[in-house]
């Protein structure tokens, strides 16, 4: 088997048909040579209607697995990578805002190119508000500040993976997943291609800003432990700060005879400690979170069903 073309699915009816076609013309030849793994993640419309229909009615090696309930798509990644049998692996969504014709690309690159293991895909241009591109170009910024691996900015999911970096990918079984770090983390040579997102063909995006930002906050955990050094370090500063103005008041008080100043700064200094504390808190819960899930041992996803054509 030469490709493996995983393709996660939350709520993809109307897609999955067009991109079946879509599919199959842009491969051409190498269609016969490739299996669709299509990963439906707890779909509540009829995407395993459509799935079901689709397999009894191609002729392409097809296998769709369903889960219990969504997981998410980082857990229909996992399970899309360890169903991949062909030699590389392709990541790709259902909603044909990634055209097909791209994985033609990236396999020539991979295949006439020994020095690379993988080739990803990034949007050379994105179509989407000033805001949410500022905050991803934050994000980018600071994660590469924070963490020990490089991320590499606007790069997505949609790439082709060599045997070797799936199987690198499957030996890190952790529940906390966030595959652009695990990615990243693994290492291996890869090629950064550009490509051109097109419009969904229907429904709308499963993603919003807060969506994006709990994301966000997902990776930064998941790959960097800066964040707890950084209020262990706030805490120190803060309780020198303390240790000083003590003094301040102390002297003034004894020796000039000056009054503490009064309730207005008072409360401000309450506050503005409490915010700080529920701050570093909030830091150290989320690790807490972190390890908690992982402590707990459940799979990372459960499968009510898989279908399959065997050709």
């Known amino acids: 088997m030469l490709l493996s073309v995983v393709v996660p699915c939350y709520n993809e009816e109307k897609n999955i048909r067009p991109f079946y076609d879509k599919v199959v013309t842009e491969l051409g030849d190498i269609i016969h040579d490739t299996e669709l793994i299509f990963v ?3 779909s509540r419309d009829k995407t395993a209607d459509e799935l079901k229909k689709l397999i009894g009615q191609t002729q392409c ?19 899309g990578f ?13 909603d044909l805002q990634q055209n097909p014709k791209y994985i033609i690309q990236m396999l020539e690159i991979i295949k006439n190119n020994p020095e690379y293991d993988g080739v990803a895909a990034y949007q050379s241009l994105r179509h989407e508000s000033k805001t949410l591109s500022f905050f991803k170009n934050c994000f980018y910024k600071l994660i ?13 999911d949609f790439r082709i993976l060599s045997r070797k970096m799936v199987d690198a990918v499957l030996s ?6 966030f595959s652009k770090g695990i990615f990243s983390w693994i290492g291996f040579n890869v090629y950064y291609m550009p490509y051109e997102v097109e419009s969904r063909l229907s429904g709308t995006s499963k993603w919003n800003f807060w969506k994006l930002t709990a994301y966000a906050v997902n990776g930064i955990v998941a790959f960097s432990d800066k964040p707890l050094i950084i209020s262990s370090i706030l805490g120190f500063l803060l309780f020198a700060v303390a240790i000083i103005l003590m003094l301040i008041v102390i002297i003034k008080t004894l020796i000039f005879g ?18 700080i504390q529920l701050l570093c808190i ?3 819960g989320q690790y807490l979170a972190k390890i908690y899930t992982e402590s707990k041992s459940r799979p990372v996803y459960i499968v009510k069903d898989i279908l399959e054509n065997n050709k």
């Not at 000056?258 to 008072?266: A, E, H, K």
């Open 61 to 79: 090696k097809i296998k769709a697995i369903s889960f219990s309930r969504n997981f998410g798509k980082e857990a229909a990644l996992y399970a």
């Open 82 to 94: 360890e169903n991949a049998a062909g030699e590389y692996t392709a990541v790709i969504d259902a």
């Open 144 to 156: 590469n500040k924070i963490t020990e691996v490089e991320f590499y900015r606007s790069a997505s």
């Open 258 to 275: 000056d009054p503490v100043s009064g309730f207005p700064t008072l409360a401000s200094l309450i506050l503005f400690l409490s915010g």
């Open 282 to 284: 909030g830091i150290i």
């Open 40 to 42: 439906n993640d707890g």
């Open 172 to 177: 890190m079984p952790e529940k906390c997943r």
